[in-house]
């Protein structure tokens, strides 16, 4: 069964930083591009950013462009989001998604696995 799996999230304090981690078991992440989305309450899910499958090419929503980043070792069948100052309005649900590509990474339909979540609140 293809299942995969998000950890790292928790409280932070304004200017905090965490390290989300997707995880993939019953197969390899090595031949697909992984997304992140966020949703927060009453909000729709948007995309935070994707990773090409080779890792040579990653993309960020505007909001978390110089704060947020994506990698992922392939040897550790992982894709982290590495997340620094973080905002309040960065409080959210956090989903990584297995796709084919990053042509459309915001779109939710592009993808064909989804997490279930970890919850990210910042807040003082």
């Known amino acids: 069964q293809l299942q995969v799996v998000e950890s790292g999230g928790g409280l932070v304090q304004p200017g905090g930083s965490l390290r989300l981690s997707c995880a993939a078991s019953?197969?390899?992440?090595?031949?697909?591009?992984i997304g992140w989305f966020r949703q927060a309450p009453g909000k729709e899910r948007e995309g935070v950013s994707c990773i090409s499958s080779s890792g040579s090419s990653t993309n960020y929503v505007n909001a978390v462009k110089g704060r947020f980043t994506i990698s992922r070792d392939n040897a550790k069948n992982t894709v982290d989001l590495q997340m620094n100052s973080l905002k309040p309005e960065d409080t959210a649900v956090y989903y990584c998604?297995?796709?084919?590509?990053?042509?459309?990474?915001?779109?939710?339909?592009?993808?064909?696995?989804w997490g279930q979540g970890t919850q990210v609140t910042v807040s003082s």
């Open positions: 998604a297995v796709g084919s590509m990053c042509s459309r990474w915001f779109v939710v339909r592009e993808y064909d696995y």
């Open positions: 019953g197969f390899t992440l090595d031949y697909y591009a």
